[in-house]
């Protein structure tokens, strides 16, 4: 079995779903704008798919953090959600993930 999406090495590796059938490639995505534009041009296609590799490329986003400062952080966060939100906006799974994605955020800020 092919995997649709994956984290691999510290990237995010998509099932180019655009090439299919006659042709099997991969997208490594290194920042989650990359993620962001592969769910945009429909290389990931069907909802669990769409769901699964947001939530993969907040955490991508969360990665590319630089800075230290928290509050910097959240606003950041706050971007990266936007922005992989933005690129389906009928894609109910792909608004789960974010949602998700963002109680956990919280949680932790909350907790720590």
Known sequence: ????VEWKNN??????????PGEVRFLDCAT????????RN?????????GVTAALGIALGARQYAET???????YMEEVCR?????????V????????????????STSS
């Open 1 to 4: 079995m092919i995997p649709t």
């Open 11 to 20: 990237h995010v590796v998509i099932l180019d779903q655009r090439a299919l």
């Open 32 to 39: 989650y704008e990359e993620v962001a534009e592969a769910i």
């Open 42 to 50: 429909l290389s990931v296609r069907g909802a669990p798919a769409i």
């Open 69 to 75: 400062h928290p509050e910097g952080f959240s606003v």
């Open 83 to 91: 922005t992989l939100a933005a690129t389906r906006p009928t894609a």
């Open 93 to 108: 799974n792909l608004f789960w993930a974010v949602d998700r994605m963002t109680r956990v955020m919280t949680d932790i």
